[in-house]
Structures are given as structure tokens and as C-alpha cells.
């Protein structure tokens, strides 16, 4: 076993790290409060190339292996996470499944431009009736010679309004498909949410299909593979989660450690107090688990193998110890913890949405029980992603 990050891969931390705090912090909590996402920071994420992480370079990516995508999601979320939203959607659900997935002649044709960010890609499995029950769609899509009619809509998808393509997952008679759309297919429409709890300057919104036509040759995997495909790329998407909430936790500390040095009580810091101490230890006891959780599924996405239980325990642990932090973090800062005028309530806000996407809390606490109970196990993929080449 080696745990030590390559210099590309502390390169990649930096790059990332420099990125959150001189592109996304800059004017956020105006957004944040006012509820506006700033379009022009995905073009700024194409620019510095974090669009194209782990994808290989024959496809336009930058060929870093698939832990790179996950320090780049802590080094975002540690700023703020609409960024690593941008790169769970994009590259997680969107980019990758379609490398995962797709025929040779569709990866040449999408990634490039995916990779480079010309095109922006998100998912569409969540509709208003089904949610964690993801097999239960009523988007439908009828085959009509060579193409699908695609009708229905999806809610709670990041980047409604900004993606240019869009994995949607539709009902197919009794089986599932998964197709390719471009928002510019006649009949496609996207509004946004608004009135939300946390990520609130990020675009999260709703999707529509109104006799959408999609050409076969969009559909990825075989007609009925749609339900794979939509779990293949929950595992993508949830250890992007699990990284991002990495990146959260750090955030907690950077926040709490100086205040915890500077704050004083009695004349002395409010480090020294062990009630204090003890919040300060348990946020670093989750970002240090945390990581190992996350580097490890990454070390099995970069040797081929599959991860669906150890991304699900690194979604669900990471999850629950970023919220946890973030309300450790609140607590710790009195009633400065409850105005933004200090970044953590917005850590608090944030971390909450992440116990309910990609998988809820109690969704990840269930499938741990099946796999432990036996009652789920995991047979050989029809479809693998391919470990890293490089
Ligand atoms: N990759 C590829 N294929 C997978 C897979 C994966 N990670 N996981 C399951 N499959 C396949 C299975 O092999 C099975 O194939 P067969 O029909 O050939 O046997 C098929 O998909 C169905 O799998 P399974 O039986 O595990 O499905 P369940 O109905 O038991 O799944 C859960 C239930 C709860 C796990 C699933 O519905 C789920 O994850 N729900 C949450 C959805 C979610 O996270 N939504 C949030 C979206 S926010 S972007």
C-alpha cells in the first residue's frame, strides 16, 4: 500500500486550491445571500482545465488519474460547493459514465468538447415522484424508428440552465434507457429552483421533455441498460460527494482554528477549553477518515475495479462528519457562527443538502446493511470504467 500523493497530484491540490480562493470566493457570500449563480466561473473552471480531470488525453482530457478528480472536488468544496458541484455533474455523473458507457464513435464525439468545457453535461434521473425509488421513472421514451420521443420532466438537476447536453434516464416500456439530450432538441425546456436551503449560488433546476425527439445513436449501452447506466454514474457522482465533503470539514478547521486561537474567555483562548478541543478533534478525526475513504475508492477507480459499496461508505461517512463539522463549527463560533458574516453557517446550509443527493442518508445507511446482511452482492459489471492508463 502507498499513500503518498505524486507531485502531480499536490500540483493538481494547489491548482485547485488557488482556484476556490482567487475565482470562487471572491463575491460569494453576495451571491449566496442574493441567490445568483455566476456563469461566468464555468468558464473559468474550462480555462484552468478542471473540466477535463481524469479524462484520458485521447479524449481531450488532462489523463491525471481518477484520485486527481477527487482532490480537486475537496480543494473546490473547501471554498464553496457550488464548484464541486459543478465538477460532480460534469465530470462525475456526466463526463465520465459517458467514457464508462459509451461506444467508441460517442466518446470521440462528446468528450473532447466535455473535457475542454465547450459543452457543459449534467444528469437527469430525479423527477418530483421518484427520488431515492430511481427505478419508478415516469419520463418515458418511445422508440419511433430511429430515434426516442421523449416526454416528462426532471427536478433537482444542477446546471438545468446551463448544460449543454443532459444523461437522462427514461422509462422504456418495462426496461430503462439512458440517452444523451441536447438542450437545443426542439421541445426541450429548463426552468430554475428557487427557495433553496443551501448550495444557493449554484443553478439547480428543472428539466422538461415535451415529444422530445433523441436520435438512437445518442443512447448509451443497450436499450435497457438505463438503470445501469444510472447507477454507474451514482458511483462516479458519490465519490465526488465524498471528496467534496472532505473539502468541507477543512473548511470548518480553517475557520475554527484561528477563531479558536484568537477568541478569548476569562482572558485566555477558547482553544485551551476542552469542550472546544473536543469539537476541534472530532472535525479532524472526520477529515482524516474521510480522506482514506475517498483515496481508496479512487485507488479502485484507477485499478478497474468496481466500488459501488466502498463509494456508497465514503458518500454516507463523509457526509454525515462534514455536517456534523459544519455544526460543530457553528456551535463553536457562538453567535458569530449564525451570520454570514462568518463562512460557516453557509458550511452548515451546504453540508445538509449533501445527506439528501446521490443517495440519502438512510438510502447509503440501507444498502451498508444489505451488502453486511447478504442480502446484496455485487456480480461482475456489464460495463466497466477503465482504470487509469497512465
Ligand atoms: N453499476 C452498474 N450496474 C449496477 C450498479 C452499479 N453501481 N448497481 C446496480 N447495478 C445493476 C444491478 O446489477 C442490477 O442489474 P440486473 O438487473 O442485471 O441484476 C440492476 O442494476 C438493479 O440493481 P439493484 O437490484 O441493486 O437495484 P435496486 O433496485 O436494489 O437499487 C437502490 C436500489 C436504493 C440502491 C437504488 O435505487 C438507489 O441507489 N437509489 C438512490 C438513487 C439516488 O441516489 N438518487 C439521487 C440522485 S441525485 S443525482
Known sequence: MNFSLSAEHELIRETAHKFGQTEVLPGLRERDRAATSDRGMLDK?????????????????SGTDYISLGL????LERADSTARVVMSVHSGLHSLTLYQWGTEEQRRRSLPDLASGKKLGAFGLTEPDAGSDAVNLRTTAVLDGDHYVLNGEKTWISLADYADQFLVIAKS???HVALIVDRNLPGFSSRALHGKLGVRAGNTGQIFFDNVRVPVENRLGDHGDGFKVAMSALDH??????AGAVGIITACLDACVPYANDRKVGGEPIGKKQLVQQMVASMVRGR????????QVGWMKNVGMRHSREVSMAKWVNCEAAFDAANKAVELHGAYGFIDEYPVERYFRNSRGAMIYEGTHEIHTLIQAEYALGYRVDKQLKVTLPGWQG
Open 237 to 242: 457522482g458519490r465519490y465526488t460527494v465524498a
Open 45 to 61: 473552471m474550462a480555462a484552468a482545465g478542471l473540466l477535463g480531470v481524469s479524462i484520458p488525453e485521447e479524449y481531450g482530457g
Open 288 to 295: 482524516d477518515i474521510g480522506r482514506l475513504l475517498y483515496y
Open 173 to 175: 416500456g418495462e426496461t
Open 72 to 75: 480537486v472536488c475537496e480543494e
